[in-house]
């Protein structure tokens, strides 16, 4: 199940998703990238599969790096 599609590129996307792969879940962080042969979106080996007990921290620290942006921004 594909949660977003975040474009990063003219040709590229980042698509959060959870997988079943031999009966194991896992989120994913994925880019994508564009074939050139067939102009499908295929995986590349840039981002990071992580069991779902993990989703929580993901969340804190992205929301961490969320505040960290917005307060560098407050100061400029």
């Known amino acids: 199940m594909i949660y ?3 474009k990063s590129g003219s040709k590229s996307v980042i698509k959060v998703s959870k997988d079943v792969v031999n009966g194991n879940t ?5 880019l994508w990238t564009e074939d050139k042969a067939s102009g499908d979106l295929i995986p590349t080996k840039k981002g990071v599969a992580f069991t779902l007990d993990k989703t929580n921290d993901l969340v804190e620290a992205l929301a961490k ?3 960290d942006i917005e307060e560098r921004k407050a100061e400029a």
Do not use: K, T, Y
Request: aromatic fraction near 10%.
């Open 4 to 6: 977003a599609e975040i």
């Open 26 to 30: 896992f989120g994913q962080i994925r």
């Open 65 to 67: 790096l969320q505040s």
